[in-house]
Antibody, heavy 119, light 111 residues
Framework: QVQLQESGPGLVKPSETLSLSCSVSGHSIDSAYYWGWVRQPPGKGLEWIGSIYRTQKTYYSMSLKSRVTISVDTSKNQFSLRLTSVTAADTAVFYC????????????WGQGTLVTVSS | QSALTQPASMSASPGQSITISCSGTTSDFGGYNYVSWYQQHPGKAPKLIIYEVGNRPSGVSNRFSGSKSGNTASLTISGLQAEDEADYYCTSYRDSDSLVLFGGGTKLTVL
């Protein structure tokens, strides 16, 4: 059973960097799947942030590309998100998820973690 | 990039059927049939209910079905039940560095 769990600060100051990690259990992160992040501002819809494949190749939303970095730590079987220069508009629930490339579906999700950007 | 277009809200009575649309451009769908649908209850993570236009993952009720015609995908829920009240999102695959596009979401109310 694949399980994902997000972790990181729940509060980030404006202009600073948001950093989250996603621990994966039940499946090797160094496998033929994409691992990535989706966010959801309060009361709004889902937005794909980006994904990483085979620990190296990254794909990012065009709207966030300049501020986003996704990386993998295979020794911990986890992957991470960095979002720089955050503003209040970045306040959201952040989900980590596995993206199955054979059908381009998010088949496993973390429970989500709320990150608030506020001074 | 813009989101795929879904109706913001829909409502129907228990036992009825409802169809949620998801519209985009040829570029949005990339000419592929990689359309997925997710159900999200309040405070919960999204749950995959349809993939590759019309396939159901194991464990998903056969009351959920999907289809696609041209640049519009559809999710049909038959025999509506109270537990179907949720938000529904479509996604498509884009053959570019921006892999995935979400729809704006549809809030379904079961009256």
């Amino acid at each position: 059973q694949v399980q994902l769990q997000e972790s990181g600060p729940g509060l980030v100051k404006p202009s600073e960097t948001l950093s989250l990690s996603c621990s994966v259990s039940g499946h090797s992160i160094d496998s033929a799947y994409y691992w990535g992040w989706v966010r959801q501002p309060p009361g709004k819809g889902l937005e794909w942030i980006g994904s990483i494949y085979r620990t190296q190749k990254t794909y990012y939303s065009m709207s966030l590309k300049s501020r986003v970095t996704i990386s993998v730590d295979t020794s911990k079987n986890q992957f991470s998100l960095r979002l720089t220069s955050v503003t209040a508009a970045d306040t959201a629930v952040f989900y980590c998820a596995r993206l199955r490339g054979s059908s381009w579906t998010f088949d496993y999700w973390g429970q989500g973690t709320l990150v608030t950007v506020s001074s | 990039q813009s989101a795929l277009t879904q109706p913001a809200s829909m409502s129907a009575s228990p036992g009825q059927s409802i169809t949620i649309s998801c519209s985009g451009t040829t570029s949005d769908f990339g000419g592929y049939n990689y359309v997925s649908w997710y159900q999200q209850h309040p405070g919960k993570a999204p749950k995959l209910i349809i993939y590759e236009v019309g396939n159901r993952p194991s464990g998903v009720s056969n009351r959920f079905s999907g289809s696609k015609s041209g640049n519009t995908a559809s999710l049909t829920i038959s025999g509506l039940q109270a537990e179907d009240e949720a938000d529904y999102y479509c996604t498509s695959y884009r053959d570019s560095d921006s892999l995935v596009l979400f729809g704006g979401g549809t809030k379904l109310t079961v009256l």
